[in-house]
Structures are given as structure tokens and as C-alpha cells.
T-cell receptor, first 114, second 117 residues
Framework: EPEVTQTPSHQVTQMGQEVILRCVPISNHLYFYWYRQILGQKVEFLVSFYNNEISEKSEIFDDQFSVERPDGSNFTLKIRSTKLEDSAMYFC????????????FGAGTRLSVL | AQKITQTQPGMFVQEKEAVTLDCTYDTSDPSYGLFWYKQPSSGEMIFLIYQGSYDQQNATEGRYSLNFQKARKSANLVISASQLGDSAMYFCAMSGFLNSGYSTLTFGKGTMLLVSP
């Protein structure tokens, strides 16, 4: 069964460092998303991406965040200068279409900022 | 703005019994989708079931069924014949449309389900 793949599963970084979280969406999906879950809290939407551009972003997704689809398969989330409060589980998701279609999630990357 | 409310922080059920996890929602969108996801202790988010706002029948997927009551704005998840492996956090979520017309998911706070032998 096709699945969304995220790497690494756990990333530890020092405050102020840049990190790149990687995702390989399901191959025939065209819509990609990043969500964040701070430990013990609910999952929060960060950004959606379609046709090589951001289609929607939340207020959490400020200038320190960026997304990119560098090739035909990868979808990345970059955090330029990490802060302690960026420590969270980051989920990538993909769907065939944006309208009510099922979003399939990857296993997540746990980011720990020290 | 959309809102999902899950009022049960934790639920306990014995193996082989049925359990209902509550979810209520609020939206002004005429068209929306309702989802349930399972998050085991390992952390991944597993899609369980989907209900469209215009679907006439309640969704079912194996042991999972969604009790959709549109007038009450509720979308409860029913798990029949609980198994030990069902112990996990369960999130109710709703798809909706922000300014651009593209869908995002809004999640509730989750319900922790513990299944005992």
C-alpha cells in the first residue's frame, strides 16, 4: 500500500541551527501539507502546497519556515533558525485533491531543539 | 472558523466490547469532511474513516463506524469488538477551506483510549 515517507524519524539540533525535514508523498498525489504537533497538544496545520507554490499557510508558518519540492518526489520543510519552541513532531501529509479528500500522513519527524 | 471538540480526554474499555468516542464540530462551510485518525504511542497518524457532509449513510470501515448526526453537528467514532491494539490516541478532524479555497484539516485535542484484557 502506498505511503508517505518522512526522514529522519528523529532530529536533534542546537538552537539557531537550520534543519530540513524531508518527505516523499504518495506518488499520484498532487497536494502536500505540513502539520505540527507539540508534545501533548493537538495537531496544527502549517502549510499546504500545490503546483510548486504555497496554497495556504497558518499564522504559525512565519518567515523562518519555507517549503520546497526540489524534484519530482521530495517535499521539504526548512526551519531557518530553530528555536526551543520549534520542538515538536512534524507530519507531512498528501492527498489526491484538496476538497474533502483523505490526507494520508507520514510517520512524522520528531524535532528536538536543545 | 472551524472548531472540533472532543470532550473525553480518556476512555477505558474492556477487550471485545464496543466503545464510542465523541466528537462535535462547528463550521459555517456548507461542504466539509470529517475524519478520524489513530495515533499509537509510536507517534504516527493513521487514517481510520471519512464522512462527507453530504453523504446520506454513515461511513463504515471494518470495526470502525462513524455515527454522523448533521443536525447535532456530531461525528462520533464507534469501535466494535475492541482489541488491545486499539489502545491509542484518537483524533477527530474536519476539512475546510481557508481563504484560498484549499482544504486544511482542523483537529480536536484527542481522546486516549485504553483497552484492558
Amino acid at each position: 500500500e502506498p505511503e508517505v515517507t518522512q526522514t529522519p524519524s528523529h532530529q536533534v539540533t542546537q538552537m539557531g541551527q537550520e534543519v530540513i525535514l524531508r518527505c516523499v508523498p504518495i506518488s499520484n498525489h498532487l497536494y502536500f501539507y505540513w502539520y505540527r504537533q507539540i508534545l501533548g497538544q493537538k495537531v496544527e496545520f502549517l502549510v499546504s502546497f500545490y503546483n510548486n507554490e504555497i496554497s495556504e499557510k497558518s499564522e504559525i508558518f512565519d518567515d523562518q519556515f519555507s517549503v520546497e519540492r526540489p524534484d519530482g518526489s521530495n517535499f521539504t520543510l526548512k526551519i531557518r533558525s530553530t528555536k526551543l519552541e520549534d520542538s515538536a513532531m512534524y507530519f507531512c501529509a498528501s492527498s489526491e485533491s484538496p476538497q474533502g479528500n483523505i490526507q494520508y500522513f507520514g510517520a512524522g519527524t520528531r524535532l528536538s531543539v536543545l | 472558523a472551524q472548531k472540533i471538540t472532543q470532550t473525553q480526554p480518556g476512555m477505558f474499555v474492556q477487550e471485545k466490547e464496543a466503545v464510542t468516542l465523541d466528537c462535535t464540530y462547528d463550521t459555517s462551510d456548507p461542504s466539509y469532511g470529517l475524519f478520524w485518525y489513530k495515533q499509537p504511542s509510536s507517534g504516527e497518524m493513521i487514517f481510520l474513516i471519512y464522512q462527507g457532509s453530504y453523504d446520506q449513510q454513515n461511513a463504515t470501515e471494518g470495526r470502525y463506524s462513524l455515527n454522523f448526526q448533521k443536525a447535532r453537528k456530531s461525528a462520533n467514532l464507534v469501535i466494535s469488538a475492541s482489541q488491545l491494539g486499539d489502545s491509542a490516541m484518537y483524533f477527530c478532524a474536519m476539512s475546510g477551506f481557508l481563504n484560498s479555497g484549499y482544504s486544511t484539516l482542523t483537529f480536536g485535542k484527542g481522546t486516549m483510549l485504553l483497552v484492558s484484557p
